[in-house]
Each structure stands twice: as structure tokens, then as C-alpha cells.
């Protein structure tokens, strides 16, 4: 897809061995928050751009204290570097509060959000201060968009960091990824001090959670793109100890981007490769598994063109809602909402003629949807960060 080279881009040149490389979210405990107001545009209620006049993207969505959001990615318009982190605070109904950009003379970028109270802390990767290549890095900003400290962690290799939760023993942990290859998990203390890390071997993971039960879960793939990848899920306890895996899928790559506790379980999206009439096609992976992650069943969603789910919830009334991109003309941001089973009820594509797409959604508690990305048909710069605020059905169409 033409967004995933220009995702790749931002690890260059090393990370391109993993082409699937970062289709994450952030880490709420529930996926529910608050809705703002508006008006209704062919179910839209409202679209808000954010950036400057090079490029910004944002992967991840949080709620923050005063009700509003709070959204973390990368600016290429303002900062110390040629990239840095992008924290960007936003109200009820997407006006920007503030914006704050954190980072050294290269490359930075946060993939994962951790909102507690007035502090923000961040995590992604840093080619600016490390021990080789690119580092995994977290950095925590407090309400008045000001860096209180920052830290990295890795090796000679390629390392970063998805996701950032809170532990259970009052550390926190990161999602990481280690040595180029492998998956992993980095506890720190509250100022981001390394206390252990744990590697769980060949693969790559998108997603970290903290359980319902606390104990930690990863989601990815295992294997390389190379000789073939299964998607994975992996409990792991609160002294970061294997509990159990699972894999998933039957081609030869296939990977969860995303995954959120549900009823019964999990359920999970990522991408899984189905053979068409005349060549391969890149569908929606959409799986449901109990917990212990015994499959209890999955579906390829797609069409004609290539598809990916990148975000995935439950929705109030047990159904699911995933997010991501389509591949037309251009990229386009895509929604597919299901029944509790996993079968489509409706679909809706987002976007214009340039590329766009969708990386994270929460459910506000009057039923509708808050989907954050980037856009590069709006805004004023190259692309900007994207947050759409929409109904919770698509309406019905006008009768001519």
C-alpha cells in the first residue's frame, strides 16, 4: 500500500526488513470516552486537522482529565530535529489546546500514549540520543506541554518501543521491540529509570495491554517476512514471565496490529493475505479468541482492493468496529463495523484524492466513534494529524 512506504520511511533504512512495522495504538483501559458535539455532515459530526506545513501523523487516541483527548506521533514541522515526538492536546470537540514537540537533532517519534491525570507520557523510538541505531524511548510531558524527562533503552540494533502501560506492581512497562528481531517488554520505574526487560524471541509486536485480570499481553507476529510470519499473542505475568502463546492464521504472512479485551475474551485485527483470481490480496484480519486464546473464530474482510485493520473495539451494543486503510486511486481511511460474530453490517471509506488513513478509534458513551490518523487531502501542510469524530451508524442515503 502506498501509506506503508511512507510509514516505512520513518525507520529508515534499517527497519525496512520489517514492512509491516508499526500499526499500533494506544493503550486505554476500556476504549470508552466521552462525546463532543457538532454537527452532522453524511454522518461525519466533525473532521479536525492538525500541523504545520511539512508533515504530521498521529497513531494513538487517549482521554484526558477535563474530558477532552489527548494524541501522540510525530511532527516534521517544528522541533529540535528533522522529526520529532508529537503530543497534541485537544477539547470535547477537537479545538486544539496545545501542541508539544520533544526530541533531539534526528529522528523521533512516539507510537504509544499513557494519560494519567496531568502528565503524558509517551513511547516510540529515537534515532537522536542511543546506544546504536535507533532506540526505543519514553519521555513524559505534564499539562502545560513541558518535557519533564525523557529516556531510551536498547542495543547496537534497531530497538522501539509501541506501547506504554501502567504495571501492576506501580512501574511501568513498555512494549518493545529488541535487537532488530525481537519481541519484548521494558519495566521502568514512574521517571522512566530501566529496572528489567524480558525477550520473547523472533517476531515483531504492534500492541501491548495491561489485562483485565493484570497481568500483560502482547500482540504481533512470530517468524520473518522473509520465511513467513503467524500472528501472536502472548500472556506474559507481572514479573514478565511467559504465561502462554498462541498463533493464528494459515498464510504465510499473516499479523495482529491491534488487540482489546471483550467480552468472553479478546478480539483482534491486523492483516491476513488471501489469494484473489489474478494476485494476493492484503485483507482484515478480524479474530475473536477465549481467555486463554483459544480461537472461537476469525474472518478475512475485503473486497477488491487491499485492506488493512489497524484499530479494533467493542462497540456498546457487542458488535466490533475496526479501522484502517483502503487502497483505491489513493489510500482512504476505512471503518467496518460487525456483529458480535465478526459479519459486516456497514463499511464507510474517509478521504480525498491524496492519501489518508486511520490508526486508532475509541467509542464515546453517547455511541459514537473518534478516529485519529493523518490526512494528506485537508490541512495545511504535506499531511496532517486527523481526528474525525462520527456517528455511530452511517446515514441513511437521500431518496431522489
Not at 18 to 42: K, R
Not at 63 to 86: C, H, I, K, L, P
Not at 165 to 180: A, P
Not at 187 to 203: F, P, V
Request: glycine content about 16%; aromatic content about 12%.
Amino acid at each position: 500500500m502506498k501509506k506503508m512506504t511512507h510509514y516505512l520511511r520513518i525507520l529508515m533504512p534499517t527497519i525496512l526488513l520489517v514492512p509491516a512495522l508499526i500499526f499500533l495504538s494506544c493503550d486505554s483501559e476500556n476504549g470508552v470516552i466521552p462525546g463532543g458535539g457538532g454537527g452532522s455532515d453524511q454522518g461525519t459530526e466533525w473532521s479536525k486537522t492538525f500541523g504545520g506545513p511539512d508533515e504530521e501523523e498521529v497513531y494513538c487516541l487517549e482521554e484526558t482529565a477535563d474530558g477532552g483527548y489527548a494524541m501522540a506521533g510525530f511532527s516534521r514541522s517544528n522541533g529540535e530535529g528533522d522529526q520529532d515526538v508529537y503530543i497534541v492536546k485537544v477539547g470535547n470537540g477537537g479545538e486544539l489546546g496545545w501542541e508539544s514537540f520533544v526530541g533531539g537533532a534526528q529522528d523521533d517519534a512516539a507510537f504509544g500514549l499513557y494519560v494519567n491525570g496531568g502528565t503524558y507520557l509517551a513511547a516510540g523510538y529515537t534515532y537522536s540520543d542511543t546506544y546504536g541505531s535507533a532506540d526505543a524511548w519514553l519521555g513524559m510531558v505534564n499539562e502545560d506541554a513541558i518535557s519533564v524527562w525523557d529516556n531510551h533503552y536498547g542495543s547496537e540494533y534497531i530497538d522501539f518501543a509501541h506501547s506504554i502501560v501502567d504495571g501492576v506492581s506501580g512501574d511501568l512497562i513498555l512494549g518493545v521491540n529488541l535487537n532488530g528481531d525481537s519481541l519484548g517488554i521494558v519495566a521502568t520505574n514512574t521517571s522512566g529509570t530501566e529496572l528489567w526487560k524480558k525477550n520473547y524471541g523472533q517476531g515483531t509486536a504492534f500492541k501491548l495491554i495491561r489485562t483485565p485480570d493484570h497481568y500483560y499481553m502482547l500482540g504481533g507476529y512470530v517468524g520473518t517476512p522473509e520465511t513467513g510470519t503467524d500472528a501472536v499473542l502472548i500472556k506474559i505475568d507481572s514479573a514478565g514471565d511467559e504465561v502462554w502463546r498462541q498463533t493464528y492464521g494459515n498464510t504465510d504472512n499473516d499479523r495482529i496490529d491491534n488487540f482489546a479485551p471483550a467480552t468472553g475474551g479478546y478480539i483482534f485485527t491486523g492483516t491476513i493475505f488471501d489469494l484473489g483470481p489474478e494476485n494476493e490480496m492484503e485483507n482484515i484480519f478480524l479474530g475473536k479468541v477465549d481467555p486463554e486464546g483459544t480461537l472461537l473464530w476469525e474472518k478475512s474482510l475485503g473486497g477488491q482492493q487491499d485492506q488493512n485493520g489497524r484499530a479494533v473495539i467493542e462497540t456498546r451494543d457487542g458488535g466490533y468496529l475496526v479501522v484502517g486503510m483502503t487502497e483505491t486511486t489513493s489510500t482512504e481511511g476505512y471503518v467496518v463495523k460487525t456483529d458480535s460474530s465478526g459479519t459486516p453490517e456497514w463499511n464507510r471509506t474517509f478521504g480525498g484524492d491524496a492519501d489518508d488513513g486511520f490508526w486508532d478509534v475509541k467509542e464515546t458513551l453517547s455511541g459514537s466513534y473518534l478516529i485519529a490518523g493523518y490526512t494528506n487531502s485537508e490541512g495545511s501542510g504535506l499531511s496532517d494529524a486527523w481526528l474525525v469524530h462520527i456517528l455511530s451508524e452511517p446515514p441513511e442515503p437521500e431518496e431522489d
